[in-house]
């Protein structure tokens, strides 16, 4: 009987074991860094207008960072594994190894988890829902003080690390199926951005102030929703001999109809005919577009590690 070669290479390499934690993980992580970035970016070029429609990114990343560190917890097993990925409890020192994706994930969730929490800070203070004077001072001055512009881009560069570095995760590994391709991170950053676009689309209210803002969203979403549909199209390719493995059987149904026609090609159309489904348009392209972002690390992460026997 002839043997797969996918499954016979496999067959050689001790399983990553990446369950369905790390796909939504993954997910959230993206989504985090997607809606940080486009708020940091709409404060720091944007209009007075923007600002007032960006804040509210700032309320998500806080609240999903927790979320993705629960689910690397139960990943992990054990609480004290996360805790060993930052801390060499021998040495009393903390656990960092600059060569080693895992390690530096590990303390860039923690450093975005500072930005991201600031962040939520200032939101809230500027939708009047934090009166502390301590606390106003601390997040204005972080974000509208003389440190803002640099404090604002340390926490984009953070935002970008967290939205790749789960894709530099699978391209160090042996699985033939994620290190063929270099592009997984560069198709996580475009899909996680383009999610959290969509996201802060629905979280923006349709009122006359935020009009130009939210069509500005949309605008750069649909900009994103191409370069996302060209990088897949050209990690597929790259793939090459191990492209079956996400492109065709349940991952290749989930590839083409979840991601490609359903999270990409129907927001496009929808983006392009506004009128189609007149004013839930908007909402449903953007929830096509979270729909998408959540199919694409599923195929991703579990296509690939289909070669294993009894997985």
């Known amino acids: 009987m002839p043997v797969n070669p996918y499954d016979y290479f496999t067959h050689q390499l001790t399983s990553p074991s990446w369950h369905w934690e790390i796909v939504w993980y993954f997910f959230f992580a993206g989504i985090a860094a997607g809606t940080y970035i486009t708020a940091a970016i709409a404060q720091l070029a944007g209009s007075k207008s923007d600002l007032q429609g960006a804040i509210r990114g700032y309320l998500v990343g806080l609240p999903l960072i927790f979320v ?13 594994r996360f805790l060993n990925m930052l801390w060499y409890w021998r040495e009393s020192s903390p656990m960092l190894k600059l060569h080693s994706p895992m390690s530096l994930g590990g303390w860039v969730l923690g450093g975005f988890g500072g930005f991201a929490a600031a962040g939520f800070l200032y939101a809230l203070v500027k939708m009047g829902k934090v009166k502390v004077p301590l606390l106003v001072k601390v997040a204005n001055f972080l ?15 953070t ?4 939205a790749t570095y789960t894709g530099v995760l699978a391209n160090t590994s042996q699985l033939p199926g994620w290190a063929a391709s270099p592009l997984i991170p560069v198709l996580f950053l475009a899909s996680g951005m383009s999610a959290g676009m969509a996201l802060m689309v629905l979280m923006t209210p349709k009122q006359s102030e935020l009009s130009e803002y939210r069509y500005k969203l949309e605008k750069a979403d649909k900009y994103m929703i ?6 897949l199209i050209v990690f597929v390719v790259s793939l090459g001999t191990w492209a079956s493995k996400v492109a065709t059987g349940l991952y290749g149904v989930l590839l083409w109809g979840g991601v490609v026609v359903l999270g990409l090609l129907v927001p496009l159309l929808l983006k392009w005919k506004p009128n189609i489904l007149g004013q ?11 729909v998408g972002c959540y199919f694409l690390r ?5 296509g690939p590690q289909s070669g294993y026997y009894g997985f």
């Open 280 to 290: 839930r348009t908007a909402f449903v392209s953007s929830c096509l577009v979270i």
């Open 226 to 231: 191409l370069f996302e549909l060209v990088v």
């Open 298 to 302: 599923y195929v991703v992460v579990m």
């Open 68 to 80: 993705c560190g629960f689910l690397l917890i139960i990943d992990l097993d054990r609480p004290e």
């Open 159 to 162: 935002a970008f690390y967290l």
């Open 143 to 157: 974000h509208e003080g003389p440190v803002s512009k640099f404090f604002l881009i340390w926490g984009i560069f």
